[in-house]
């Protein structure tokens, strides 16, 4: 089997795994399965390299993801008029399966989430040397870069329904300490749960971008629920946060930093915890510290048990 069939073998497992979740009523684990397969897609529609898909699949994919949200809202917000229904999304089913061969009308009228570049762990330190090699020979031009991430609002989400006898985790980021904390523009975290190896287990958030900044600090103060109760976080796994922040010169958003919390680290009030330099190692192998001055993250947990 190609690699490109493998690949879409996992998207209509997710994808059935997700609706079958729904089916069942497990309204969280189904949000997690569709939200992650959303920005699968979404990655795979803005990606840059030679890829096995034409345009025109690449527009059905991102359309596909926003069908994908579009249900994982409905079921996050009951009241919604715009409710977006199981039976709707199970109608996509076919063209997951057969993305390679589907050459009909999208069935909903809807359009691919707005385009975002979404940079992988070290992909902007490669920018960032093409860029250095293209003005030491004179090529390149601005709009060979990508544009800026709009990551003003941000993409943070509203607390999970409870469940009796289950944790539910909300981490205020308080501020994160750096020598040249003055010089970012447009700072902000970006906030994942990975496995030992590095896959994602939640939705990925944005905060909004900070505007706040004293001495070497640069103030957050918002708070971030985390999209899975705690005891179904699997043994291994971390809480990561990716300090950014936008580079007029490259015209790129770079991660300058990360931090990331282990389970055994999670209980109730503040902690401090270490940053490290990029690239973001999400396996947690070769870590190095950034800086040795006393300069951290900061923050505060919440636990919510619904007994």
């Not at 509203?158 to 501020?175: A, Q, V």
Request: glycine share 4%.
């Amino acid at each position: 089997m190609s690699d490109v069939n493998k690949t879409i073998q996992k998207w209509h497992a997710s994808f059935r795994k997700g609706t079958d979740f729904d089916s069942w009523g497990q309204l969280v684990e189904a949000i997690d399965e569709y939200q992650i397969l959303a920005r699968q897609l979404q990655k795979e529609v803005q990606s840059t390299n030679a890829s096995d898909f034409t345009e025109d699949q690449k527009k059905t994919l991102g359309k596909f993801a926003t069908c994908l949200e579009m249900r994982s809202a409905s079921l996050q917000c009951t009241q919604s008029n715009e409710e977006f229904k199981l039976e709707d999304l199970k109608k996509l089913e076919p063209i997951i399966k057969n993305i390679l061969t589907y050459n009909k009308q999208f069935p909903f009228d809807v359009q691919p989430v707005p385009l975002r570049k979404i940079l992988a762990p070290g992909e902007e330190e490669n920018l960032e040397l093409e860029e250095e090699e293209d003005a030491a020979t004179g090529a390149g031009s601005p709009e060979a870069f990508p544009s800026r991430v709009p990551g003003a609002l941000g993409t943070l989400l509203p607390r999970l329904p409870s469940e009796p006898g289950m944790t539910l985790l909300m981490i205020k980021i308080d501020k994160i300490g750096l020598k040249d904390a003055g010089q970012c523009i447009d700072p902000y975290m970006t906030i994942s749960v990975k496995d030992l190896n590095g896959v994602d287990l939640n939705p990925v958030q944005d905060t909004p971008v900070a505007t706040r900044k004293e001495d070497t600090y640069i103030h957050f103060s918002v708070d971030v629920e985390i999209q899975r109760h705690v005891e179904r976080l699997p043994k291994g796994a971390a809480i990561f946060f990716e300090f950014k922040h936008y580079k007029p010169k490259k015209r790129f958003t770079s991660t300058k930093c990360f931090a990331f919390m282990e389970m055994d680290e999670i209980k109730p009030g503040p902690i401090v915890i270490e940053l490290y330099k990029k690239p973001t190692d999400f396996k947690r192998k070769k870590l190095q510290l950034l800086t040795k001055k006393p300069l951290y993250l900061h923050l505060h947990q919440t636990l919510h048990k619904d007994c």
